[in-house]
């Protein structure tokens, strides 16, 4: 069943709706079911999970008899963005997901956010799913705040993701969908993942298989899932950040997930124009590369990578 949960009038006659799926059992419903909501399409550029929703929506509608409880999936939450290729909603240089919760009686976006919120709020999970922007690279991750560890890391153990990174809340963390949804009570779990205006199918895949593994979890799912991979689990102080030194060409030497020691080569930021290296870019310690830069056009200051520190075990 798809359902309009929220509708707004744009100029020339046009309208924007935000709209749902939802997925329940063959038998009838009898108001004890569990509820999952997948979420994405806050960002216009992350397309990675528009192929998580038809993923998971086909491979239940495959096996339809297995499932036991509601799935909800949002595929755009900012369906204008994603018809302008545009981050954020277009005309408005505003980044939708910091207006939540919203307001109902406020302005379109506020609007819109605070009918999202309606909807999802009371699922016994959300999910909501990110990719990168256009210029990184991520591992599938999970992302949790402190404030939210206890609840939230046995289900995001349960995603088949490679990495979970615990992180301090920032004050700009408030205003999205996931702090907004897990300060009234549902507990939500940011996943990144790929890269923008992509998608990767086998990240797609990796986490859909997580998505079955939590079902089955929660009694939503009782069909085959696999065995979940045991992610590696990190706070602020384990990861190191690499920005660049200077303005310049961006080319790396390591690839993306690899393991590098203390003063291996990351890559170097060039000069096109006068054919030299302008920065040579060393590892600052040893550990895994989990996030890359995939644009190679770089500022003083932009992010080059990040790197998981491995202990001293």
Known sequence: MVETIASVELPIDEQLEIRKKRIVPLKPLNGSEKRISIVT?????ELEGQY?????????????ESLKGIVDIYPTLNPLGIDSITRGIPAFDLDMNRIFPGAEDGSMAEHVASKIIESI???DVCIDIHASNIFLTEIPQVR?????????????????????????????LEATLAHSLNSIGTPTLVVEMGVGMRITKSYCNQLTDG???LMKELGIWD????????PIISTDGSV????AASYGIFVPSVLHWMDVKK????????????SVVLDRIESPCDGIVFTLREYPVVNEGSLIARILERSGE
């Open 41 to 45: 399409g806050i960002h216009g550029d």
């Open 52 to 64: 998580v929703c038809y993923e998971l929506g086909r491979r239940i509608n495959e096996n339809i």
């Open 121 to 123: 709020k009371g699922s």
């Open 144 to 172: 949790i705040s402190n404030e939210t560890k206890e609840t939230l890391l046995p289900y995001a153990k349960k995603l088949n993701v490679d990495y979970i990174w615990i992180h301090s809340a920032a004050t700009v």
């Open 211 to 213: 998505i079955f593994s």
């Open 223 to 230: 069909g085959d899932t696999i065995e979940t991979k045991e």
């Open 240 to 243: 190191n950040f690499i920005n």
């Open 263 to 274: 003063g291996d080569h990351i890559g170097d930021i060039v000069d096109p124009l006068n």
